[in-house]
C-alpha cells in the first residue's frame, strides 16, 4: 500500500470514528468491512478490504441491490480483541446492519457477542476458530473453513507424509494459533504419534533462540507452528542460523509474503495449510483480471472469501426482498448462493458446509506451490 | 525429554548472555535517570524503539548506497542511530520533563507515559504500523562440539553484540568515574540541591543523562535490527518492561546494578525456556525479581536510600 493509499485509508477510518460516514448517503447499504488495517497483521487485512471493495464496487456496477447502492465502511480492528468490541460498538452505533469480518479469531469472537444481541448479521471471511460458531449464535457466519477441518489436514498430512521422528508444536497462545495447534496436536496423537514438546511463546516475541536450543538438543525433524507469521518468521530465521535444519509447517495465519521477507532463505520449504487458490479457478478468470487490472493481488487466502461474504449478503437483499438483517440471516441458511469461491452453503451453524484447505510449499521468493 | 548435555548449557549460556546484553544497555537508561532525578523514564522503552528503525533505516540506505563492508556499516550505523536518538532523547526531557521540575513525583511520571504513546503513535504515523524488516548483514558463526551430535553455534553476530555491550558501558563507566561531567553526574546522584548551591548547573547534567541513556538505547536498537532483523512501533513496549525489571532487579540507580541485572534477566528467560517451558520464562523473570526484592529491597547491588525524605 503507498503513501497517498494509507493516508486516504486513514483518513476513511477517521471520518468513520467521527461518525461523518453516517451523513455522507444516506439512501446506500452500508457494509461495515472490519478487520486490521494497521498492526502487525495488516497484510490479511488488505485481503480483505480489496476483496470486498471489489465486491461492492462490481455490484455497484451492475446496478446495486434493489435500486440501491451497496457501500463499503472500512474499520480497523488492529486484531486486537479490545479494539474490536470498540468498533462492533461503533458499528451499532452507526446502525449499520451488515458486517463483513472480523478478521482474526480472538477479535472475531468478543464482537460477535455483540453483533448476535443487536441483530446485526456478521460474516467472516478469515477466523477460523470453531468456538465462533459454537456458541449457538443466529447472526454469525463465515466463507471459510475452520481449524477443526484444517488442523485435521495438516496432522494427517504430518502423520502419514513426513512421519516425523521427533515432532514439536509450538503456539502463540492466542485463540487462533493455540486453538489449531491444538487441533493438529489432536489428529497426529490418534495416529500414534506424540510430540516431544508443546509449548507456547509469546505474541510479540522476538528472541527464540533458547527455545530452539532445546529442540535442536532433543533432536526435532519437524516443528508445527501455530499462529501468525511474524514470530515463526523469526523463528525459521534464527533456527537456520543456530543449523537446527528441522522442516516447519503452519496454517493460514503464516502465509503470506512477509514470512519471507522476514525469514528471507529461511522460508523455503515451509508447509502451509491455506484455502485452495481460487484464484487459479478458471470460472474466476474475468474476476482475477479485475484485481490485477487494478494491480492488486487477487492469490491471498481471504481475498474471494471476502468478496463472497459481500456478494452473499447482496444476493440475500435480492433475494428475500428485505434488509431485515435478522431474516436475511434465516435466508441465507437456507440458501445457496454462487460465488468465487464456489456454490456456498451454510450448516445451521453458520459454517460453511463445505471447504476445503490445501497444502502449499512456499518459497523464498514468496510464491507458493501445491504439493502433490 | 532426553538429559542434561553441558554443550546444551553453554548454548543456553551464550544465548541468554545475548538477550542480557540488551537489556542492560536499556535499563541503563532507566537506572541513570532514576539515579539523578528520582523518576522512572516510561518514554524510555520508546526511544529504544526509535533507535531501532533509526538503525534499520540507516542499514538499509547504506546498502543502496553501495556500503558494503560490515565495520563501515555498523559504525555509520551506531554514529546516525546515537546522533538521532540523543536529539531524541534530549527534546524529549527538555519538552515533557524540564518544565515539570519541582512538581510532586507523580506529575513527570504520568508526562512520561504521555510520551510514551506519543511517540509509539508518532513513528506509527510516520513509518507505518506494519513490521518492518531486513536480511542480516553479518551472517556465520563459529561451531563447536561433535559432527554427528548436538553442536555449539557462537553467532558473529552474538560476539559483537556482547563485545559493544562490553566497549559502551566500560566507556560509560571511566566516563562517569573519571570525567568532569561525570563527577558533576555523580554528586547530583548524591544531593542535587546541594550541586546546585555548589554552581554545578543540574539541569545541563540531567540532560547529559538523557543523552547518554538514549545513546545507549540507541545502540540496544542497532544491535537488535541487525540480530532480529524486525522492528515494529510497538517494540519498545515489551523491552523496556523487561529493562526496566532488569535495573530495578540490579538496584535501581546503579549502574553496574543494570548491566548485572540484564544479564541476570536474559540468563532466566534462557534456562526457563530451556528447561521448564517456554511458557513459564516471563514467569520465572518475574518471580526471581520478587524474590530478590524481598530479599534485598534494594535489588542486587543498589544502595539503601533512606536519607532522601
Same mark, same amino acid.
Given at each position: ?315 440475500? #437483499? ?55 | ?174 566516563? #562517569? ?133
Amino acid at each position: 500500500m503507498n503513501t497517498f493509499s494509507r493516508h486516504a485509508l486513514s483518513a476513511a477510518v477517521g471520518a468513520v470514528i467521527l461518525g461523518l460516514g453516517g451523513l455522507a448517503h444516506a439512501d446506500t447499504i452500508k457494509i461495515a468491512v472490519a478487520g486490521p488495517i494497521t498492526g502487525p497483521v495488516a497484510q490479511y487485512g488488505d485481503m480483505q478490504m480489496s476483496g470486498a471493495k471489489m465486491a461492492v464496487e462490481q455490484i455497484n456496477a451492475k446496478g446495486g441491490v434493489n435500486g440501491k447502492k451497496l457501500e463499503a465502511v472500512l474499520i480497523d480492528d488492529v486484531c486486537e480483541p479490545k479494539q474490536a468490541v470498540a468498533i462492533a460498538n461503533q458499528i451499532v452505533n452507526q446502525k449499520i446492519k451488515y458486517v463483513v469480518g472480523h478478521l482474526c479469531s480472538g477479535s472475531t469472537q468478543p464482537a460477535s457477542k455483540l453483533y448476535e444481541e443487536e441483530g446485526i448479521l456478521m460474516i467472516t471471511p478469515a477466523a477460523t476458530n470453531p468456538a465462533i460458531t459454537q456458541q449457538g449464535y443466529k447472526m454469525v457466519f463465515r466463507t471459510i473453513g475452520t481449524d477443526d477441518q484444517q488442523g485435521p489436514t495438516a496432522g494427517k498430512y504430518i502423520a502419514e507424509k513426513i512421519k516425523p521422528k521427533k515432532l514439536a508444536i509450538i503456539h502463540d497462545k492466542q485463540q487462533y494459533g493455540e486453538g489449531i495447534a491444538k487441533e493438529v496436536d489432536k489428529t497426529v496423537k490418534a495416529a500414534g504419534i506424540t510430540p516431544v514438546l508443546f509449548e507456547g511463546v509469546n505474541k510479540g516475541q522476538t528472541d527464540f533462540s533458547a527455545l530452539i536450543t532445546k529442540m535442536k538438543k532433543d533432536g526435532v525433524d519437524f516443528v508445527y507452528y501455530g499462529g501468525y507469521h511474524p514470530e515463526l518468521g523469526l523463528l525459521l530465521r534464527q533456527s537456520r542460523e543456530q543449523g537446527f535444519d528441522a522442516k516447519y509447517m503452519g496454517p493460514e495465519g503464516v502465509g503470506n509474503k512477509d514470512i519471507s521477507a522476514i525469514a528471507g532463505p529461511a522460508s523455503e520449504g515451509l508447509l502451509v495449510t491455506l484455502p485452495a487458490d481460487f484464484s487459479t479457478d478458471p470460472a474466476n478468470a474475468g474476476l482475477v483480471k479485475a484485481f490485477q487490472d487494478k494491480k492488486q493481488d487477487p492469490t491471498g487466502p481471504f481475498v474471494m472469501p471476502a468478496y463472497a461474504a459481500v456478494q452473499i449478503v447482496a444476493d440475500a #437483499i435480492k433475494g428475500a426482498k428485505t434488509e431485515d438483517a435478522v431474516k436475511l440471516a434465516d435466508y441465507i441458511r437456507k440458501n445457496s448462493f454462487q460465488t468465487p469461491i464456489g456454490k456456498v452453503a451454510f450448516k445451521n451453524n453458520g459454517d460453511l458446509k463445505e471447504f476445503e484447505f490445501v497444502i502449499f510449499t512456499w518459497h523464498a521468493d514468496a510464491t507458493k506451490t501445491p504439493v502433490k | 525429554m532426553s538429559g542434561f548435555s553441558l554443550l546444551e548449557f553453554i548454548q543456553q549460556i551464550i544465548n541468554g548472555l545475548t538477550l542480557g546484553s540488551i537489556y542492560a544497555l536499556i535499563a541503563i537508561g532507566y537506572t541513570m535517570v532514576y539515579g539523578i532525578i528520582g523518576m522512572i523514564n516510561f518514554a524510555h522503552g520508546e526511544i529504544y524503539m526509535i533507535g531501532a528503525y533509526v538503525g534499520l533505516l540507516a542499514i538499509t540506505a547504506l546498502g543502496l548506497f553501495g556500503v558494503d563492508s560490515i565495520s563501515a556499516i555498523l559504525l555509520a550505523t551506531l554514529a546516525i542511530s546515537i546522533l538521532v536518538t540523543g536529539s531524541y532523547g534530549w527534546t524529549v526531557e527538555r519538552l515533557a520533563y524540564r518544565p515539570l521540575r519541582g512538581s510532586p513525583r507523580l506529575v513527570p511520571l504520568i508526562s512520561a507515559i504521555g510520551v510514551s504513546i506519543f511517540l509509539q503513535n508518532y513513528v506509527q504515523l510516520g513509518q507505518g504500523a506494519r513490521d518492518v524488516s531486513m536480511q542480516p548483514v553479518l551472517t556465520g558463526g563459529w561451531r563447536f562440539g561433535p559432527d554427528d551430535g548436538f553442536q555449539v553455534y557462537l553467532s558473529y553476530m552474538q560476539v559483537l553484540i556482547a563485545a559493544i555491550t562490553v566497549a559502551f558501558m566500560t566507556g560509560l563507566t571511566l566516563f #562517569i568515574a573519571r570525567s568532569r561531567m561525570g563527577r558533576a553526574c555523580r554528586a547530583c546522584s548524591e544531593d542535587r540541591a546541594m550541586a546546585n548551591l555548589l554552581g554545578i548547573d543540574t539541569d545541563r547534567v540531567i540532560a547529559l543523562t538523557f543523552v547518554l541513556g538514549a545513546t545507549l538505547a540507541a545502540v540496544a536498537g542497532v544491535l537488535v535490527s541487525m540480530y532480529y532483523g524486525l522492528v515494529n512501533p510497538f517494540i519498545g513496549f515489551i523491552a523496556g518492561l523487561k529493562a526496566f525489571t532488569a535495573a530495578v532487579l540490579g538496584g535501581i540507580g546503579s549502574i553496574p546494578g543494570a548491566m548485572l541485572g540484564g544479564v541476570v534477566l536474559g540468563l532466566a528467560e534462557s534456562f526457563a525456556s530451556a528447561y521448564l517451558q517456554t511458557e513459564y520464562k516471563d514467569v520465572v523473570a518475574f518471580a526471581l525479581l520478587i524474590l530478590v526484592l524481598l530479599i534485598r529491597p534494594t535489588g542486587l547491588l543498589g544502595r539503601p536510600d533512606v536519607e532522601k525524605v
